[in-house]
């Protein structure tokens, strides 16, 4: 049975269904899912990420949280956290970086919130000798000082769609048309959690909720707080996201959402004004393009030094990679960066309050 059959026969018994429900089994479904049965990264997959483009970003980004634990007086032992970490290379390039901070490596227990067992495998590999931990969920996180990465990670986590109707709302699920599965509307009602969106919506307009991000980050700032500890967080998106920002990629191209469920990534913009007040118990930086934080951390000079030990073709790749992680008109204005410290701790090299 493939997951069409499985979310149609569904659909048959149980109605429509919300979209967080949709994105989560064509992600996490445990035989078909996306993210569970292949790797995606990478110039073969469907997408590359930042850390597969090159070395110089997982370095710069373990140099930036290295200089923030030195900052707060080297706590040991702390976690090193990513969420989502794909093929653990950001983790693998931040830790050899990092090997020239006296004592960092040596205190961090390596810690993973990762939900595809098929990328664990893959992350472990990446990471041999480090021995690092999986946790399931994220109240599973050590009560220690805390410094996390996530890179691409807010956009994987399931929204719901609403569209605006008076004063209430009418939420966008995923039902069957003639068959096949096809996007509708449900009853109109009101929605508590989206009072502030009324104010700057009109009727017809569509707004995405991301739920399951607020808590994620309102624990990592809470262990933040509580023992110290820092966060760097990457990814696409605007303030307060207004319409449609589901996206489906299959090999490297645009897909429909609802065309091959569990063959396509799906993601959606993520909505910085939630992540920024979902950390509000720490202090975070100002959004940052990636391309300015990442020169204002020195990728120029690190990817000078690199081209002297390159030629031909692995030149131009590394060139072009460069590039592509800093123009404005490739990744570097795109994505953006903000950061996460306890209040009146300095704020991590690269950004500012
Ligand atoms: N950070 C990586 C990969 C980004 S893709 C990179 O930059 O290359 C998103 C990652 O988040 C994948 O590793 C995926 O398996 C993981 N993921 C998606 N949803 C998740 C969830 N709900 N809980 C934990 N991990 C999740």
């Not at 702390?78 to 653990?88: C, D, I």
């Not at 000082?145 to 399931?158: G, H, K, M, R, V």
Request: glycine share 10%; net charge negative; with cysteine.
């Amino acid at each position: 049975m493939s997951l069409s059959d499985i979310l149609t026969s569904q659909i048959i018994s149980q109605g429509p269904m919300r979209l967080d429900s949709y994105m989560t089994t064509c992600l996490l479904h445990p035989e078909h899912g996306y993210y569970t049965t292949r790797t995606p990264f990478g110039a073969a997959g469907d997408f590359i990420t930042a850390p597969e483009i090159s070395q110089m970003f997982g370095e710069l980004v373990g140099l930036s949280l290295a200089q923030a634990w030195l900052n707060q007086g080297a706590p040991k032992p702390f976690s090193l956290v990513e969420l989502g970490p794909g093929r653990g290379t950001l983790m693998a390039d931040a830790l050899r970086a990092c090997s020239s901070v006296a004592g960092f490596v040596d205190a961090a227990d390596i810690i993973l919130l990762e939900a595809s067992p098929a990328l664990r495998a893959i992350q472990g590999k990446a990471l041999t000798g480090f021995a690092p931990q999986w946790i399931d969920t994220i109240e599973d996180l050590p009560k220690q000082s805390t410094f996390f990465i996530a890179n691409e990670f807010f956009d994987a986590l399931p929204i719901r769609q609403f569209v605006r109707d008076g004063a209430n709302w009418r939420e966008r699920q995923v039902g069957l048309q003639d068959g096949a599965l096809a996007f509708g509307l449900g009853p109109t009602q009101p929605q508590p959690a989206l009072m502030h969106r009324i104010e700057d919506t009109k009727d017809g307009d569509l707004i995405e909720d991301c739920a399951a991000a607020a808590p994620i980050l309102s624990i990592l700032c809470e262990r933040i707080k509580a023992y110290g500890g820092a966060g760097l967080v990457f990814d696409y998106g605007d303030w307060r996201t207004l319409g449609d920002t589901l996206q489906a990629i299959q090999n490297h191209a645009p897909a429909d959402p609802l065309a091959a469920p569990g063959h396509a990534d799906l993601t959606a913009h993520v909505d910085f004004e939630a992540l920024l007040h979902a950390s509000a118990s720490c202090t975070p930086s100002r959004i940052t393009p990636q391309g300015v934080f990442l020169e204002r951390l020195g990728i120029t000079p690190r990817a000078q030094a690199l081209a002297q030990t390159l030629s031909g073709e692995a030149l131009e790749t590394h060139v072009a990679a460069h590039r592509r992680l800093t123009h404005p008109q490739e990744m570097g204005n795109l994505f953006k960066v903000f950061g996460i410290v306890p209040e009146g701790k300095p704020m991590l090299p690269g950004l500012d309050i």
